[in-house]
């Protein structure tokens, strides 16, 4: 199966419920098989260079009893410095990976296909600056299914979108 990129507006069934008021034009999505979602694979399989892929990982911020979410959006190539840049920048005294039933029932996404568009309002969306370089980035469709092919700049451009050097 090769990667047929269309309009996301023309194949809504590809896309989450939660992700579709998000989309843009100039977003596109592709099928891929479900199996090949995880990055490394997906890449492997379908040709993509892992620096043109950007992973979203969702951080539960505690401080005080409180928990508070954000996305954090690197390239493939790189990690999130989660107990770092991105502990101090939401101002936690401890910030970790959410777990995976949580990330996907807060979201309305697939885990592995978790992507920063139609998260939940409020969230901030912390975005590594090497990922709004990138002429094009693939992300996740909120779906293990497919994926999404959308100009890097335009993750910066979403609600609460916040451009830090979050890579490690």
């Known amino acids: 199966m090769d990667l047929n990129w269309v309009p996301a507006a023309d194949r809504p069934d590809l896309v989450a419920e939660p992700v579709r008021p998000a989309l843009r034009d100039d977003v596109r999505v592709a099928e891929i098989d479900p199996a090949l979602a995880d990055t490394a694979e997906f890449c492997e399989r379908y040709g993509m260079p892992l620096d043109t892929s950007a992973n979203c990982v969702i951080v539960a911020a505690k401080r005080g009893g409180e928990v508070r979410y954000a996305a954090c959006m690197v390239l493939a190539t790189s990690r999130a410095d989660v107990n770092g840049v991105v502990r101090r920048h939401l101002e ?12 996907t029932s807060l979201t309305g996404m697939e885990y592995g296909g978790i992507t920063p568009l139609g998260l939940p309002a409020g969230w901030p969306i912390l975005v590594d600056a090497a990922v709004i370089e990138r002429s094009e980035v693939v992300v996740g469709s909120g779906l293990r299914r497919s994926k999404l092919l959308l100009p890097g700049k335009a993750l910066a451009e979403l609600p609460g979108a916040e451009v830090l050097p979050l890579a490690q």
């Open 92 to 103: 936690a005294r401890k910030a970790s990976f959410a777990p995976m039933d949580q990330a």
